[in-house]
């Protein structure tokens, strides 16, 4: 299984009105670190012919995270099969290694030109079970 991890420092900007990171920002963590997984592997031609679109989405809030804390954000694809991907995203407090956050994701797959669910082309599958 193929991941893909990154470290980000919470800000100020990152904080609701009681001082923890809001739950809204870590849905866009979430989006954030799966579409950068996606563009960090993908080829030109890949990009120019596929989206993925999010049709369920799940999250777990298991801690807080506070003003200054580093987290690291790691994210997986657990299986495709047909038109649709289940992607996990995790966040750690890199500093306790305590799970903040763990999300599920099913994406499907749509062509670009038709704008309609395509079934997974073998090439994609490979990019993320190495």
Known sequence: MHTYEKNITVSSDDLDELNHVNNVRYVQWVNDIAK????????????????WVV????????GAAFLNDVLKLKTYVLFSEGVTSMRIVEIYNDTTKKLLVKSEINFCLINK?????????????NLFSK
């Open 36 to 51: 950068e997984h996606w563009y960090q592997n993908a080829s030109q031609e890949m990009l120019d012919n596929f989206i």
């Open 113 to 125: 030109q038709s704008n309609r669910p395509t079934r997974i082309p073998e090439n994609i599958l």
């Open 55 to 62: 049709i369920k989405h799940c999250i777990q809030y298991k």
